[in-house]
């Protein structure tokens, strides 16, 4: 059975960084689409940012463009999200996705595969 593990979630300030990383168990997960997801406490799923597999193409939420960046290892299944100037609106459980379709616009597709999430939460 297919894992993704997220991971670098945690607690910090309002303008801080953090970093997550997914990590799929499967090295066929070089050749798909990723992306991230958010949900917050009482809030539906949003989007974040997503990733081609060849790593060419990035799409970002409106509300994270400019302060996050979504990359991945080339030839891994590994994909990684800098956020940067984090703000209280960023606190969210963090899903990593597999295998997602891009459509002409996002919030695309997600694919079939989901991880267990990690938590972020900024403080003011």
């Known amino acids: 059975q297919v894992q993704l593990a997220e991971s ?4 910090v300030q309002v303008g801080a960084s953090l970093r997550l990383s ?7 997960f070089s050749r798909k689409n990723m992306a991230w997801f958010r949900q917050a406490p009482g809030k539906e799923r949003e ?3 997503a990733i081609s597999w060849t790593g060419l193409t990035t799409t970002y939420g409106d509300s994270v463009k400019g302060r996050f960046t979504i990359s991945r290892d080339r030839g891994e299944s590994i994909i990684h999200l800098q956020m940067n100037n984090l703000k209280p ?7 990593c996705n597999g295998d997602l379709f891009f459509e002409k616009y996002p919030p695309h597709r997600p694919g079939d595969y989901w991880g267990q999430g990690t938590q972020v939460t900024v403080s003011s």
């Open 47 to 49: 989007f974040v940012a």
């Open 8 to 11: 670098g979630g945690g607690l």
């Open 89 to 95: 609106e960023d606190t969210a459980v963090y899903y």
């Open 22 to 28: 997914c990590t799929a168990s499967e090295g066929a």
